[in-house]
């Protein structure tokens, strides 16, 4: 099992970059595939970068160029840098984590992105 606590989340204005950060704790960090989904208010929570433990990354369309998902495995530490952000961009940020024999998913607790325009 891994815990997973986000943090960097806060307030910026459209055009400025964020970086938030998913600590996890546990074994095997490197056998998870890390990836950071959001929910906006009123909407369905949904994928926004992902990162195997191989480092093959995927991203949602709607942040393709703007968004970087890194992983650093010594550190149990995964990363999305976001540049160019928009008001559309503003949720709740969430760390998932999904173990790649079992497929189990672990999830921290949210860190709120604020986008203001």
């Known amino acids: 099992q891994v815990q997973l606590v986000e943090s960097g989340g806060g307030l910026v204005q459209a055009g400025g970059s964020l970086r938030v950060s998913c600590a996890a704790s546990?074994?095997?960090?490197?056998?998870?595939?890390m990836g950071w989904y959001r929910q906006a208010p009123g909407k369905q929570r949904e994928l926004v970068a992902a990162?195997?433990?191989?480092?093959?990354?995927n991203y949602a369309d709607s942040v393709k160029g703007r968004f970087t998902i890194s992983r650093d495995n010594a550190k149990n530490t995964v990363y999305l840098q976001m540049n160019s952000l928009k008001p559309e961009d503003t949720a709740v940020y969430y760390c998932?984590?999904?173990?790649?024999?079992?497929?189990?998913?672990?999830w921290g607790q949210g860190t709120q992105v604020t986008v203001s325009s």
């Open positions: 546990g074994k095997s960090f490197s056998i998870y595939t």
């Open positions: 998932n984590a999904k173990q790649v024999f079992t497929l189990n998913m672990y």
């Open positions: 990162i195997t433990n191989g480092g093959s990354t």
